[in-house]
């Protein structure tokens, strides 16, 4: 089955941005730490959505590496930025972006 | 001739600098003393062993020039070489001879004078650092490496007159010393430079053989030259109008005094007269100028000397005025009776140093004639060789300073009709000269004491030694006679000119003459210190001008700050220290700050500190980055920024 040929490969790309812009969107307004790294997931998929599309469409494996790699870095990522968001609770006691400032004294 | 190892003569007291210099405070102090004499006495033990070298077949071959060069060149660019050769000769023999003889019984001097020193052992290594350059100005085969030894004795020269340096007008005299001699140093650079470009050379000998083969140098650049060299000179040998800084130069403790600032490197200014004499010989005009100025300081210098009080500071103006009749000998191309005056002048002006150190030593310190008095009894030795010492330099037969003295003027007499001028000055000069050191004579030892708590106490006797022999060497240091000594010379510096109209009946005439009004200056004296001493302050009552003219030293001093140095204090304040240091660089500094500041006031507010900010920044370079990149014909604003940074070496 050529999934290309049922559906169009600009439906593969609007979803990939689609999911790319809700993560960026989501990124810059959302409040809560928690959401806004679950953003930054959000993008990455997007993007490797658009790898594998590629990928798919001219027959090259590097984009599926690609996707390997980056989903290799985004569990590392999350392992520690969730270990960052712990730490940054236990001394803050809150989670809202607006409030851990400290980058600037 | 067998070969004397030449350049052992300035490596001994080199290591004997370097081994008390960093090792001295650590060292036992008769470690010090040993290492600090043997120096100077293997210096002088090898000099000795180029004499006996001479005392061959009379009719032989000359062993003279012996002409030692390190194998290895120490500039060597081009046409240009230039070697650390060493060069015996008759001239610097002689020079070596008064340099590392005086200079051993000096050292020999200061273990007494400087025992009591905390800085013993820094004190003697400045000392051999002295005589390491001394020797290497007079062995010198090249005007460069003279110039070394040029440089470094000023510096030694400096390190001793500050030597004290706790007070601040040693401090300061040092200063003087080495500014003032910057002056004179420039000359001599200028004349390098000069004979390098006309030349090609700077060995003495290549630059005699060039002059020699072409007949055309005569004035002009040889004139030019020859005058830098003077101004050299006077800058090291203290003369006008340089001279200012030797006085000053008094400070430092009399044993230096007496080897630095009256016996050897004052004298290097005369040596390098006679040294570079071919120079001078092809331009009538400069050595015209170095007889006036020889002729001028001479008398210049003893007037001022008339009304010092300082024991030192008379003795001070006498070196200076004795290195006038060098110069005007000089002056004359006597330069045989010149380096005659010099080694004479060593003997009897270290000798009168040092036992004014003598004085000063017995005193606790006093320096001022009109505090002495009576000394005759209280420091007998030091009293009879002083004698020994003033009659030498009034010129009293037959005492050294009289047959060089005595060659000097006879040379000038003979000179055409400027030299009966040039004669005429000397001749008041050597009455002048007597008055003044009978002066001091009769002021530190005849008469009544002038202070109640004076314990005068006599020197010990590693003073009094040196003080004897030297006072040995004044007696007969002259008895040589400049005929001999200037046949000696004259393969170094030429033959005596040929004395046009000069008999021996006219010699005895002046020389008789001579000795005359050196007497008569001493029965002045006689009269006005001993006989009426109320004279004197009378004399400064009748001529107040006169007397404060010669007690301010003719206000040179004040000249000199008032002309050159209050104006270059100015215009170093206002053009460097205002203009450039404040304006400009301040300014630049302000001014870069200032941008700094400025547009930081704008882009700080960028580092808010808000996360969500950075990241709507960091989305909106992404953004615009990716615009750029597929619309480029919508952003041609960024094309003009690559241009910039292509512009700017991207």
């Known amino acids: 089955m050529n999934l290309s040929q049922e559906v169009p490969l600009s439906w593969f790309l609007l979803l990939s941005a689609a999911l790319f812009a809700l993560g960026v969107i989501g990124f810059l307004i959302k409040r809560n730490l928690i959401t806004v790294f679950m953003s930054i997931e959000l993008m990455l998929n997007g993007v490797n959505l658009s790898f594998v599309t590629f990928a798919h469409q001219w027959h090259a494996v590097k984009g599926q590496i690609f996707v390997f790699f980056v989903m290799l870095v985004a569990a590392a990522e999350a392992a520690v930025g969730l270990a960052i968001i712990i730490a940054v609770f236990r001394a803050r006691a809150t989670l809202a972006v607006d409030r851990i400032d400290l980058m600037k004294l | 001739m067998n070969v004397v190892p030449l350049w052992l003569i300035p490596a001994l007291p080199f290591a004997g600098f370097l081994i008390n210099g960093i090792l001295g405070r650590r060292l036992p102090k008769w470690l010090v003393t040993t290492v600090a004499l043997l120096a100077p006495l293997a210096s002088f033990a090898i000099v000795l062993t180029a004499i006996s070298s001479l005392l061959g077949p009379e009719d032989g071959p000359s062993p003279f020039p012996f002409v030692e060069t390190c194998p290895f060149p120490w500039i060597n660019a081009g046409a240009l070489r230039i070697d650390f050769s060493f060069v015996l000769d008759q001239l610097s023999l002689v020079m070596l001879l008064v340099v590392t003889g005086v200079g051993f019984l000096i050292h020999v001097y200061s273990v007494g004078y400087m025992n009591e020193d905390e800085g013993y052992a820094r004190y003697f290594s400045y000392l051999n650092l002295f005589l390491f350059f001394m020797t290497v100005l007079v062995l010198a085969g090249n005007a460069l490496l003279m110039f070394v030894g040029w440089e470094g004795v000023g510096l030694a020269s400096y390190l001793l007159i500050g030597f004290w340096f706790q007070k601040t007008s040693a401090a300061d005299a040092g200063k003087k010393a080495f500014i003032v001699n910057r002056i004179g140093d420039v000359g001599f650079l200028i004349a390098m430079f000069l004979l390098l470009a006309n030349f090609g050379t700077l060995t003495f000998t290549e630059v005699a053989t060039k002059l020699g083969m072409d007949p055309g140098w005569n004035g002009g650049v040889v004139t030019v030259i020859a005058l830098c060299l003077m101004l050299g000179a006077a800058g090291k040998s203290a003369q006008l109008p340089l001279y200012i800084w030797l006085p000053d130069a008094m400070e430092g403790p009399t044993p230096v005094s007496a080897l630095i600032h009256a016996a050897t490197m004052v004298t290097a200014g005369v040596y390098m007269v006679a040294r570079t004499h071919v120079i001078f010989d092809h331009s009538p005009f400069a050595l015209g100028v170095v007889a006036i100025v020889g002729a001028a300081t001479a008398l210049f210098a003893a007037t001022i000397g008339l009304v010092q009080n300082d024991i030192k500071r008379v003795l001070a103006y006498s070196t200076i005025s004795q290195l006038g009749y060098m110069f005007l000998a000089c002056g004359v191309a006597a330069y045989s009776a010149a380096i005659f005056h010099l080694m004479t002048h060593a003997f009897f002006k270290a000798l009168l140093f040092l036992a004014a150190g003598s004085v000063i030593h017995g005193l606790g310190g006093e320096q001022d004639l009109r505090k002495m008095g009576g000394l005759w009894n209280k420091l007998p030795v030091t009293f009879v060789v002083t004698t020994v010492g003033v009659l030498a330099i009034a010129g009293i037969y037959p005492f050294a300073g009289f047959f060089s003295k005595d060659a000097i003027l006879y040379a000038a007499y003979l000179h055409g009709i400027n030299g009966k001028i040039l004669y005429s000055v000397g001749i008041l000069t050597a009455l002048l000269t007597a008055f003044y050191m009978s002066r001091l004579w009769y002021l530190a030892f005849m008469g009544k004491s002038r202070s109640e ?130 304006a400009l660089l301040g300014g630049l500094a302000w001014l870069l700050g200032g941008i700094a500041v400025f547009t930081g006031s704008f882009l700080r507010r960028w580092q808010s500190g808000n996360l969500r900010s950075y990241a709507a920044w960091l989305a909106a370079g992404a953004a615009a980055v990716l615009l750029y990149l597929l619309f480029p014909w919508a952003t041609a604003w960024a094309d003009s920024l690559n241009f910039i940074l292509k512009a700017a070496g991207h």
Request: aromatic fraction near 10%; hydrophobic fraction near 50%; charged fraction near 20%.
């Open chain 2, 453 to 582: 708590d004076v314990h005068a106490h006599e020197s010990p006797v590693s003073m009094l030694g040196p003080l004897v022999i030297l006072a040995l060497l004044s007696i007969s240091g002259g008895w040589i006679g400049v005929e001999r000594f200037g046949k000696f010379l004259a393969p170094s510096v030429g033959a005596r000119a040929a004395q046009v109209g000069g008999n021996p009946h006219m010699e005895l005439y002046l020389s008789i003459f001579a000795v005359l009004v050196a007497l008569e200056g001493c029965l002045i004296a006689d009269k006005y210190y001993r006989r009426k001493p109320e004279r004197p302050a009378r004399l400064a009552g009748a001529l107040p001008a006169g007397y404060k003219l010669l007690a301010n030293k003719y206000y040179v001093d004040d000249i000199y700050g008032a002309v050159v140095v209050r104006p270059l204090l100015g215009i170093s304040k206002f053009l460097l220290e205002w203009v450039v240091d404040v």
